[in-house]
């Protein structure tokens, strides 16, 4: 069915240019390496981005990082519950963990594939504190009732928009949306990349002020600050045991020209998604649902579930689609399946019945700026080819 002597297609590559490059070598050349200007011009771009003046967005080394330190921020402690959804990456609840709280998991809408805002509300117990919605695959959350929820409980909410820079619901962006703190991914996979890296975004000053303090060991000042001011400046004060959590201006060279691409590449895994959503069409599947009409989907992975009259399991499906040469993934291996997560909360897969359902259908297809319409096609001809019947 495919042509043996074609390259493998990864299931993702990041796209890197010039620019990106050129800058990266500007900032080796500068002998400023570490957090410093380009770091502080990439979160000043951050902010245009979303196009509000009032949001601060704090550059971190990893998503993962911005988690912690939003929910560290809230003061999010030992006694404490945060509802989040188990059809996540360990990270999305890990963090809660670092603070000594308890991970409340429950399970996701089976069209949306995001978390069920019933369920989160269902629940609520005296000792929950917030909500980690995740917006699975780029495709938003439905935000208005998660902000409602946590109106109506006084819960706080902490987005995970790793998949989504930019996805829009009700025509906003993702981290514009009022919740307490919004982070981006910037892992080498993600919509955009720094290699490694991760944005927190706030309109909290409060929140903005702690996190930046414990982004940096909890100093009160940071070391671009001290030393490149204009008098001798050594003297700085602990405030708290802080992290090591801040952004390389090597990593941040990266972000100022791939934040610049963002739009484009998004438009561009449209493009894929909609030939895929297409060519899929007709076969024993189901498809990922686009975003509402008027709202933008990252379109970060494009997740297909088998239906169960297709001719081959979703692992006989990756395996066919490997020996043509093509990869795909698998998003995810649900948190109730893990060892940690099973075992610490007893879970049971019949407490998760649509994500579980979904983890046993599905498989991430490749999609990503650097594919060609050939690869494209390739991808579409081998699914077809192992699907119909
Ligand atoms: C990638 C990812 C993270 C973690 O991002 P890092 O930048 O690698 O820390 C968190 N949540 C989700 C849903 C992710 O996909």
Not at 129 to 152: S, T, Y
Not at 155 to 165: G, I, P, Q, T
Not at 183 to 195: E, L, M, P
Not at 364 to 372: A, E
Request: proline share 6%.
């Amino acid at each position: 069915m495919t042509t043996p002597d074609l390259p493998f297609l990864p299931f993702a590559l990041p796209d890197i240019g010039e620019d990106e490059i050129a800058e990266v070598v500007d900032t080796l050349r500068s002998g400023w390496v570490t957090t410093g200007p380009k770091t502080k011009r990439f979160e000043q771009a951050f902010t245009e981005f979303l196009g509000d003046s009032v949001i601060e967005s704090i550059a971190v080394n990893s998503a993962t990082a911005g988690l912690h330190l939003a929910l560290e921020a809230l003061g999010i402690g030992p006694g404490d519950e945060v509802i989040t959804t188990t059809h996540t990456f360990t990270a999305t609840a890990e963090v809660v963990r670092y603070l000594g709280a308890d991970v409340v998991l429950v399970d996701i809408d089976p069209k949306t594939l995001n978390i069920d805002p019933k369920l989160v509300e269902a629940a609520i117990t005296p000792r929950t504190k917030c909500i980690i919605p995740v917006h699975f695959g780029g495709l938003a959350v439905d935000m208005l009732e998660i902000l409602n929820i946590a109106r109506r409980h006084g819960l706080r909410v902490v987005e995970d928009a790793a998949h989504c820079l930019p996805s829009t619901i009700e025509g906003e962006l993702i981290g514009t949306m009022g919740s307490d703190a919004t982070v981006f991914s910037f892992y080498a996979n993600k919509t955009i990349t720094t290699g490694e890296g991760g944005m927190l975004c706030t309109r909290n000053a409060a929140l903005a002020k702690r996190a930046k303090v414990m982004r940096l060991h909890g100093m009160n000042r940071d070391a671009f600050d001290r030393f490149t001011a204009k008098v001798p400046s050594w003297y700085y004060e602990i405030v708290a045991p802080g992290f090591k959590y801040n952004l390389t201006d090597i990593a941040a060279s990266m972000g100022l020209h791939q934040l610049k691409r963002a739009r484009g590449f998004q438009q561009r895994r449209a493009e894929i998604a909609a030939q895929y959503q297409e060519a899929f069409a007709d076969l024993p599947v189901i498809l990922p649902p686009d975003a509402p009409e008027g709202d933008m989907h990252s379109w970060h992975l494009y997740v297909l579930r088998l239906r169960d009259d297709a001719p081959l399991s979703r692992d006989g499906l990756i395996e066919a689609l490997f020996a043509a040469g093509i990869g795909c993934s698998v998003h995810y291996i649900p948190l109730h399946l893990h060892p940690y997560w099973r075992d610490r909360y007893a879970l049971k897969p019949e407490q998760f019945p649509h994500s579980h359902k979904a983890y046993e259908q599905m498989l991430s297809l490749p999609i990503y700026t650097k594919m060609t319409d050939a690869d494209v096609q390739r991808v579409i001809a081998a699914v077809s080819d192992c699907l119909q019947a």
